[in-house]
């Protein structure tokens, strides 16, 4: 069934798991994780992203997850819209029947410049009432995302800020997030504490202090009624771009943020944690083994297959690792 996100997170901070957010673009993202979570008896977000409205169309993303709904009824799924970039954009997303949204005031319309405090709270407050009135959810953001180590965002045409972050900007306020709760109402909040999207987050391989955790206790005993969201979650596994590099791929040494820091993460309030690199770094690998393998195939069921399976190990290893797995 449908839910909304503070029904679902509110049940995960109930019973202190987290539960991932996988970025859909297509049929066999959205076919993976629903098969991850009917095996590990897990609850499910799904979000789409405006590039994701851009390559697949709203209402085929709409219908696509409508029909996860159909085929897979004893899980409860959250429609989510991954960072809107206005009140208008998460109207629209409601009237298509997104049980929730995201609100992101902190960065301006263009998606790329870092917005003044007041302009964040004014976006995110309207959001809220207009999403409230009709039972939807609402996810704000507060402080910029970027990597600890490189200050860079991530995200070179998508959401992200341009330029290299200062240490303040990259580090949510522990004072600021109580009273940007206060003023806005949001159900959950999406925390800068050095996480960036896409795959290239650290340069070198990490130590076990890519996350500031301190962040997050702070944050999160200052608002404990606040579902925590950690951002550009992607693990990059080093396997995929192993596969990836030895048929015909070039991407450079590269690290994500370990699995083990997330799950310490989630002990301190983190709960809605957003995947999409790692999804697609599977389904890349498993197209150029194929393809590499298998010169004289030209039936795409055969490698998207391969994809389905590459991204749904990926899934339920995540479902278990969050403690998300038997909460269905
Ligand atoms: O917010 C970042 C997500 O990875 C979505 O990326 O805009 O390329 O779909 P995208
Ligand atoms: P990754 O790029 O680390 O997968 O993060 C995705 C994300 O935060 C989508 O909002
Ligand atoms: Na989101
Ligand atoms: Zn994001």
């Not at 992101?104 to 003044?116: I, N, Q, Y």
């Not at 989630?266 to 393809?291: C, W």
């Amino acid at each position: 069934a449908l839910v909304s996100m503070r029904q679902l997170l509110d049940h995960a901070a109930e019973h202190g798991y987290g539960v991932p957010a996988f970025n859909v673009n297509n049929l066999e993202q959205v076919r993976a994780i629903m098969e991850a979570a009917d095996a590990t008896d897990s609850p499910v977000i799904l979000q789409a992203s405006a590039g994701a409205r851009k390559y697949a169309g709203a209402p085929f993303l709409r219908h696509l997850i409508l029909a996860a709904v159909e085929e897979f009824p004893h899980i409860p799924v959250v429609m989510h819209q991954d960072h809107g970039t206005s009140p208008a954009v998460c109207q629209r997303s409601i009237q298509l029947g997104f049980s929730s949204v995201m609100m992101d005031g902190s960065l301006g319309e263009d998606g790329k410049t870092p917005a003044d405090y007041d302009y964040n709270v004014d976006v995110t407050r309207r959001t809220v009432e207009m999403a409230h009135a009709c039972g939807v959810s609402v996810e704000g953001e507060l402080g910029c995302l970027g990597s600890l180590e490189t200050g860079m965002a991530g995200e070179e045409d998508g959401i992200g800020a341009e330029g290299k972050l200062s240490h303040d900007q990259l580090l949510t306020d522990p004072e600021e997030a109580a009273d940007f709760v206060k003023a806005t109402g949001v159900d959950a909040l999406a925390i800068a504490i050095g996480t960036s999207h896409g795959a290239y987050k650290f340069t070198r391989p990490p130590t076990g202090d890519t996350l500031s955790i301190q962040r997050i206790k702070e944050i999160h005993e200052r608002i404990p009624d606040t579902h925590l969201v950690m951002h550009g979650s992607s693990s990059v596994p080093q396997e995929w771009l192993e596969v990836i590099n030895a048929n015909g791929g070039a991407i450079p040494e590269t690290y994500g943020v370990p699995v083990e820091e997330i799950v310490e993460g989630i002990k301190h309030g983190v709960r809605k944690v957003n995947i999409d690199t790692d999804l697609r770094l599977a389904s890349t690998g498993a197209v150029r083994r194929f393809l590499a393998e298998n010169p004289a195939e030209f039936d795409p069921r055969k490698f998207l297959k391969l994809t389905v399976s590459a991204m749904k190990d990926i899934c339920i290893a995540r479902y278990e690792a969050f403690g998300t797995a038997g909460n269905a």
